[in-house]
């Protein structure tokens, strides 16, 4: 069975960093991409980066590469989302999902998705 377990959300003033994290698990992780997405209050589901785990390569939506940060360990079969610069608009709840094509940002291509966890910034 899949698992996607996302965690490190919470509540932090502009400016501010946080690190999320992605626990994985019933992955072949050789054959699976680890994406990153937010969703805000009555908008669609934005795309925000993407990491191959066979490649090592990752992928990010240009206007947000400047400040966040995918990064992983294969050990713990973790995902990191390290967001920087933080500010208001970047209040979202934050997903990660499991895709087997590399560097797609389109949901539909992610077939597993975790619940979510939410950040809030404050101005």
């Known amino acids: 069975q899949v698992q996607l377990v996302e965690s490190g959300g919470g509540l932090v003033q502009a400016g501010g960093s946080l690190r999320l994290s992605c626990a994985t698990s019933?992955?072949?992780?050789?054959?699976?991409?680890i994406g990153w997405f937010r969703q805000a209050p009555g908008k669609e589901r934005e795309f925000i980066g993407t990491?191959?785990?066979?490649?090592?390569?990752?992928y990010y939506e240009n206007s947000l590469k400047d400040r966040f940060t995918i990064s992983k360990d294969n050990s713990l079969k973790t995902v990191y989302l390290d967001l920087s610069s933080l500010e208001p608009e970047d209040t979202a709840v934050y997903y990660c999902?499991?895709?087997?094509?590399?560097?797609?940002?389109?949901?539909?291509?992610?077939?597993?998705w975790g619940q979510g966890t939410q950040v809030t910034v404050s101005s």
């Open positions: 990491a191959s785990w066979s490649g090592g390569g990752t």
């Open positions: 999902a499991a895709s087997s094509s590399a560097y797609t940002a389109r949901p539909s291509r992610y077939p597993y």
């Open positions: 019933g992955l072949t992780f050789n054959n699976w991409a």
